[in-house]
């Protein structure tokens, strides 16, 4: 049973903007902290964006000013919204969950989806 996917990926030139989404299968979503991840070529999976059920939000320092997480919680969706994308911007972006039902464990962080940024 799929409890989080994630899509908006694609090839973006250097400066341009997307929005990723995060779709999860759970009734009570709106209490659960969501982040966003992502993982580089030869880099361990970072954590870019975090947001609370409270909507606090937190950023890595290498995307803050231009990343910005938000939460439907009315259609259970946190989105990523990422604007002047840079070339180390480029990476498989995951979504997750602190802990409970939604939260994916080990190697089970699913397809993701891929984010490339060209000059």
């Known amino acids: 049973q799929v409890q989080l996917v994630e899509s908006g990926g694609g090839l973006v030139q250097a400066g341009g903007s997307l929005r990723l989404s995060c779709a999860a299968s759970e009734i009570m979503f709106s209490i659960y902290p969501m982040g966003w991840y992502r993982q580089a070529p030869g880099k361990q999976r970072e954590l870019v964006a975090h947001?609370?059920?409270?909507?606090?939000?937190t950023y890595a320092d290498s995307v803050k000013g231009r990343f910005t997480i938000f939460r439907d919680n009315a259609r259970n969706v946190v989105y990523l919204q990422m604007d002047s994308l840079k070339i180390e911007d480029t990476a498989v972006y995951y979504c997750?969950?602190?802990?409970?039902?939604?939260?994916?464990?080990?190697?089970?962080w699913g397809r993701g989806t891929q984010v490339t940024v060209f000059s």
């Open positions: 947001i609370n059920s409270g909507s606090t939000t």
């Open positions: 997750n969950a602190d802990y409970g039902p939604l939260r994916r464990r080990g190697d089970s």
